[in-house]
């Protein structure tokens, strides 16, 4: 239950740096799930936005709390785009895509003039890697992309969902990866993304401007030397 309301609390507060007429970029998963019944509260009250979702998941819960969106070529920068995260380190490197969108989530928060990641106190960590890292890769010849990602050290997991090989929205495949510690995020991405195969990867560098996180009693506010875009 602590989880759960530090979830509902860092999302609700994040939720408060969207003003009127701002297009808004919705993230995917359990956090953003309250994210989403806080601007649909809002929105009720009278807030105008526009909205683009990362997944099919989204948009279904922001057309369940009267939430407009549109596809994402009809945007062309965001004001802000609010998304959670698997792991969160002291760098404001994160590491995401448990949910599975991640390269739909990376597309969006690359639009976004302002990124901001909410989580529970449990996502922040010193070193990223107790988490598995996902990485989409194209369904075409995955094993041998698995073998490409291996071979860099780490121990891949295609992931399943109810006993069938999981697919995104983009229809592709996401192996799960055991790194171990990830010291230098950065560089492991760059790696990951020379690889053939590889479409994205869960690690997000150099992107997030705001952490908002909460233990389920109080609410921390992290601001990165990140520059907004303009």
Sequence with gaps: MTQQNGKKLAAEAAVELIENGMWVGLGTGSTVYYAIEAIGRRIAEGLKIQCVCTSRETEKLAGEHGIPFVDINRAETLDIAIDGADEVDDHFNL?????????????????????????????????????????????????????????????TYLRHKDSVVYETDNHNYIYDCDFGTIQQPAALHEQLKSLLGVVETGL?????????????????HLVSDLAPLP
């Design 95 to 155: 590491i995401k895509g448990g949910g599975g969108a991640l390269f739909r989530e990376k597309m969006v928060a690359s639009l976004a003039r302002r990124f901001v990641i909410v989580v529970d106190a449990s996502k922040r960590v010193q070193t990223l890697g107790k988490f598995k890292l996902p990485i989409e890769v194209a369904a075409f010849g995955h094993e041998h992309t698995a073998r490409r990602i291996a071979a860099l050290g780490c121990k």
């Design 204 to 220: 997000f560098c150099n992107m997030a401007n705001d952490v908002f996180w909460s233990d389920g009693e109080q609410v921390g």
